[in-house]
């Protein structure tokens, strides 16, 4: 399995099931962090776009997606002031033009955009800055996949490690992966050959007998990780529980911003109404984030439900596992 | 934004600094990587520094692009 | 005032015929304009191109080119990818109220120098001015018309089995040249827009060879939506090879840092041309013997299994689907 919605892209776009011997069988995780937002968030984050004077700043991928009535598209079409900013250094840059207004940072992202979203907020306090607001909807990743190993829904046999998310947090937190389970791990890069090497280590592993935590990506990853934005995270955020689309409530994979930096936390400072969540029929996001199925086992797949059309969230984000196979891989990899 | 392509630390002012990537220059935030200095190689994402590469790592990664570049593409 | 556009500049008065005799006759001089009749009235025998368009990109000047430039090498392009020679255009403003007359300036001369390097004449022209905020500075309408020569028969439709795909120069210069200028994008480069007026090329092709069957230029949607394109209206595959695709390394960088695909993104001086196998070696040779075709590359063939379809053979052997190009281009997350 591997576990990076940059992975994923990658694995479809160089059609890399292509090249692999028929022995080995890739399945892809919930790590895109739009796919695996629940619809319950999503709504949040609209009704906010809905609120008066507010301005919402987000990464591209949000406002496509489809949340249980509507999408920020939709949201902005009918007036809301949605904005697609690359960094949160804009967003910040936003909230000190527009002093009038509010603006509210949609925190989409696991370890890799915390800390750059936990340093937007010390940036913020630092500048008195007093219409800067944060929506966090963070995720964290190795209490995801313990979820899903405890599941016994998909047997895994290696584990490809999301390469930037362990550039920040370093290989030691994948090691109970590989004790607890006995299942290898490596951590790779995102070209098409950092892929296949790190397969080809994951195989020496399994036909070994071994089960250890190996780094491939060494230009990128360290074994400790980056302690300065792991400090900087923690400094704004504590753990809390989650709800991962398609897997529940999973303890301790959640961030929230801390009672020092709460006059930032969007949460507690507009009072919404985001309706009842509502899952589409017929949608198995959910089954295919957890390794369960693949986008063709999907009734929807590439007849209603297309980019164009998306019905669940892994037919937007580019790193979802539906728009990557529908983009790249729908006549060669059924 | 899983950037692959390190980018060249050219400038530092403060806590940000110009970064170089194939030609493009672009400003990025060192908050995360206060050790970068100018010449050192940072990884990327949404904007920030999210780690110092190894120089010959790097320099390495870039050969290979270059390479990748060349094969086909790059004709500017 | 007088440095700015005002609303009595496009009500028709005394005003408005000052800003036509001054700024735009002066700048097109040619006999047909300078009757100020109605219409234009011209003499033609042969079949005729008529094509029309709309210029609303922002901002209005960037590295390589502005609004004016881009509406006649625009224009000038439809025609010339029907094998027209072109010869005339017509030029319609809607300004903005406000827009500082300065700025119309050095439009109109770029208007002047693109007409004068494609050899074709503004006959007619119309200019309206709307209350600011009613459009976005400057918005250019055009029609062109062309003659196309008697053994010429270019078409969508054309593509024939075993046809070859060449395609002018790099990909993806104009969209990240104009993308660098956006607010909220920070980065800066050398990169200009490869805007330019491809009719001579086109003329060159088609003196070395008649069997060209379809020229297309790539403009809104990328080399990847053009190929879906002319794919569908031929009905028959497209089969491409991403090595043989020229990018220049700073295009790659800005897709690569901003999470887009070179292959959507606009060109406005570039063109597809497929044409039989036996011509292809002679006309890429031509074609690199213009300055507008100097990168030129086979990047591949017509084929017949996947009809309607564009299909690419990766740096690593595999395949991949091009698809079209769905909505704007959407930069990805991890």
């Known amino acids: ?334 | 934004m899983c950037l692959a392509i390190p980018a060249l630390i050219k400038s530092i002012e403060g806590k940000e600094a110009e970064a170089e990537i194939g030609g493009i220059i672009r400003r990025v935030s060192l908050w995360l990587t206060p050790e970068a200095e100018v010449g050192d190689y940072v990884l990327l994402h949404t904007g920030y520094a999210i780690n110092v590469l190894d120089q010959e790592e790097a320099e390495e990664t870039l050969r290979l692009l270059e390479e990748i570049a060349e094969m086909g593409g790059d004709k500017g | 005032m007088k440095d700015r556009i005002l609303l009595a500049h496009g009500s028709g008065g005394k005003l408005a015929h000052e800003l036509v005799e001054k700024s735009f006759l002066q700048a097109f001089t040619n006999p047909i304009l300078a009757k100020l009749d109605d219409s234009a009235v011209f003499d033609f025998s042969g079949r005729l191109a008529f094509t029309t368009d709309s210029y609303v990109v922002s901002p209005i000047f960037f590295p390589g080119g502005d609004i004016g430039k881009l509406a006649v090498c625009g224009t000038v392009n439809d025609l010339a990818m029907s094998g027209a020679q072109p010869l005339y255009l017509s030029l319609s403003f809607i300004i903005e109220e406000g827009l500082p007359q300065s700025e119309l300036g050095q439009i109109v001369d770029s208007i002047q120098n693109a007409a004068k390097e494609a050899g074709v004449k503004i006959a007619t022209g119309d200019t309206k001015v709307v209350n600011r905020g009613s459009a976005d500075k400057l918005f250019i309408n055009t029609a062109g018309i062309g003659i196309i020569p008697q053994r010429v028969d270019i078409s969508g439709s054309n593509a024939t089995l075993g046809d070859r795909v060449l395609l002018s120069g790099p990909i993806g210069d104009h969209g990240i040249a104009v993308l660098s200028q956006r607010e909220g994008l920070c980065f800066s480069t050398q990169l200009e827009s490869d805007c330019a007026p491809l009719n001579s090329l086109v003329a060159e092709m088609l003196e070395t060879s008649p069997n060209i069957h379809c020229l297309r230029d790539p403009t809104r949607g990328g080399l990847a939506t053009t190929l879906n394109e002319l794919a569908k209206q031929s009905k028959v595959s497209i089969r491409i090879e991403e090595e043989k695709i020229p990018v220049r390394k700073e295009v790659l960088a800005a897709c690569e840092m901003l999470g887009f695909d070179p292959l959507y993104i606009a060109n406005e001086g570039k063109l597809v041309a497929i044409l039989s196998a036996e011509d292809a070696d002679r006309v890429f040779k031509a074609m690199r013997e213009n300055p507008y075709g100097k990168d030129a590359s086979i990047i591949g063939e017509v084929r017949a299994e996947h009809p309607g379809r564009v299909v690419m053979k990766t740096c690593l052997g595999t395949s991949r689907i091009v698809d079209m190009l769905v909505g704007d281009p959407l930069p990805r997350i991890c």
């Not at chain 1, 907020?121 to 995801?144: G, T």
């Not at chain 1, 998310?165 to 994948?174: C, L």
């Not at chain 1, 409530?249 to 930032?264: A, N």
Request: glycine share 10%.
């Open chain 1, 1 to 334: 399995m591997e576990f990076c919605g940059g992975h994923t892209a990658t694995i479809f776009r160089y059609g890399i099931r292509q090249i692999l011997p028929s022995t080995i069988e890739m399945v892809s995780g919930p790590g895109c962090p739009i796919c695996v937002t629940a619809n319950a968030d999503l709504d949040k984050a609209i009704a906010l776009a809905h609120v008066s004077d507010v301005i919402i700043a987000t990464f591209g991928d949000m406002i496509k997606v489809p949340g249980s009535r509507s999408s920020l598209q939709q949201a902005k079409a009918d007036g809301a002031d949605v904005r697609m900013v690359y960094s949160t250094m804009d967003a910040i840059k936003m909230a000190e033009g527009n002093p009038t207004k509010s603006v509210i940072f949609l925190g989409i992202g696991f370890e890799t955009t915390a800390p750059t979203i936990a340093t937007s907020v010390i940036q913020a306090e630092d500048k008195r800055l007093r219409n800067y607001y944060v929506l966090s909807l963070h995720k964290l990743c190795p209490p995801v996949i313990r979820a899903i190993l405890d599941s016994g829904e998909v047997k895994l046999h290696g584990l490809i490690c999301p390469g930037h998310v362990s550039a920040i947090i370093g290989s030691h937190p994948w090691e109970f992966i590989a004790r607890d389970y006995g299942i290898p791990c490596v951590v790779s890069g995102f070209e098409p050959l950092d892929i296949l090497q790190c397969v080809d280590m994951l195989v020496d592993q399994i036909e070994s007998g071994e089960s250890k935590v190996e780094i491939a990506y060494r230009r990128g990853v360290r074994p400790e990780g980056n302690q300065q934005a792991l400090k900087l995270m923690a400094q704004v955020f504590e753990p809390c529980p989650a709800t991962w689309r398609g897997i529940g409530e999973v303890t301790d994979s959640g961030l929230k911003i801390r009672k020092e930096y709460q006059h930032f936390d969007a949460e507690l400072a507009f009072d919404i109404d985001p309706g009842l969540p509502y899952e589409p029929s017929g949608c198995i996001c959910g089954d295919i984030l957890r390794g369960v199925k693949t986008p063709f086992d999907c009734q929807l797949f590439a007849k209603a439900c297309t980019p164009q059309y998306p019905v669940g969230p892994c037919m937007v984000s580019s790193e979802g596992s539906c728009a990557a196979c529908y983009h790249y891989g729908r006549d060669f990899e059924g």
